[in-house]
């Protein structure tokens, strides 16, 4: 009998051991909760970030639009987890690009970059501002990007970067707790990481 | 029967001494902004090969590049010249080898398609069309 009764209840601390495992939320890595950066979007409004999204969990993803080849696929990633978000009902995420390039990615320079992929601006932001607003942002977010390669095509100077490839979810209050390579990011996994952080 | 089959074999002998290029795709863009090209190089040839340039006229400038990874971030450096063994298939592909078409002079819009030539060491010059689109989308 009292065989019986440790059995039990190892089972019951075990499952619920599990239960609080698959519930919680991961650890924060980095807190923008007290941070306030004044940036603006590509419909050129002013955004307050990461206060304007208070409430809701943000899909958050770094690029600079002149990127041709990671970028695009960082893009690509979030705007299937939206999709997908979308058809599990979800409407309690933004979708946020932030670009570490802004001398170039102008407001309407982001604009073109969503509208040839079919992206409604509305409902997936893209942000620059203010370069430096972006390079605090890029430093509390541990995001680097460096200037690197340049190639001069008539007479215009073009350059690239060398730059951390990342998708992140930050939670309603402001707490980014999860981080994935924004490129090859595991959608299953990224899903799965929203869903216990919202 | 036995014309049949010298027949089959000269066919069988004229492939296997081509080099393809397969599965071309552009990503969508806009006017003034940089894209990749991306396809599979099949080459069946009994030698090797070259891929020794790009060119388009839907740019000011096309390259050949390799994303690489370094201490934790994302980059990409040009190529001059791409190997092609013989017998083998080389994929030019999202996150690896592309070709950067560089200041695009008009938007590169889903459904369009863009001209490449590929031009290769023994195989010559290869044109390709490549559809814009996004895979997966």
Not at chain 1, 12 to 40: E, Q
Not at chain 1, 134 to 140: A, F, G
Not at chain 2, 80 to 97: C, D, M, Q, R
């Amino acid at each position: 009998m009292k065989k019986i009764k440790i059995a039990v209840s190892s089972t019951f601390i075990l499952l619920t051991l599990f239960l609080i495992g698959c519930s919680s939320k991961p650890d924060v890595i980095h807190d923008l909760s007290r941070k306030d950066y004044t940036l603006i979007d590509a419909d050129s409004s002013i955004v307050h970030f990461p206060g304007d999204f208070k409430g809701k969990t943000v899909v958050l993803g770094f690029i600079y639009t002149h990127c041709p080849d990671i970028c695009p696929m960082t893009t690509h990633n979030i705007n299937l987890v939206k999709k997908e978000m979308e058809k599990q009902g979800a409407d309690d995420i933004t979708y946020v690009d932030i670009s570490f390039d802004p001398d170039r990615d102008s407001p309407e320079v982001l604009k073109k970059y969503a509208d040839v992929r079919g992206i409604n601006t509305k409902e997936f932001r893209f942000l620059t501002g203010n370069k430096k607003i972006i390079k605090s942002l890029l430093k509390d977010c541990n995001i680097y990007a460096i200037p690197g390669d340049t190639t001069v095509t008539d007479g215009d100077t073009s350059y690239f970067f060398i730059h951390t490839d990342r998708i992140s979810v930050m939670d309603p209050e402001g707490k980014i707790r999860a981080e994935y390579k924004g490129s090859t990011a595991n959608r299953t996994e990224l899903i799965k990481d929203i869903n216990r952080i919202r | 029967m036995y014309i049949l089959m010298i027949l089959i074999s000269l066919l069988n002998f004229s492939q296997s001494g081509k080099l393809e290029v397969k599965d071309g795709w552009v990503r969508p863009a806009g006017k003034g902004m940089n894209t990749a090209f991306y396809f599979k190089i099949e080459n069946n040839a009994d030698k090797a090969d070259t891929l020794l340039s790009v060119k388009s006229g839907v740019a000011k400038m096309v390259q050949m590049h390799e994303t690489f990874k370094k201490d934790g971030m994302m980059g990409m450096r040009e190529i001059k010249a791409i190997p092609v063994n013989s017998k083998s298939t080389l994929e030019f592909k999202p996150g690896g080898y592309h070709v950067m078409v560089m200041n695009l002079k008009a938007d590169l819009k889903m459904g369009a398609s863009a001209e490449f030539v590929l031009h290769f060491k023994n195989a010559g010059d290869v044109t390709v069309k490549a559809p814009v689109k996004i895979p997966g989308d």
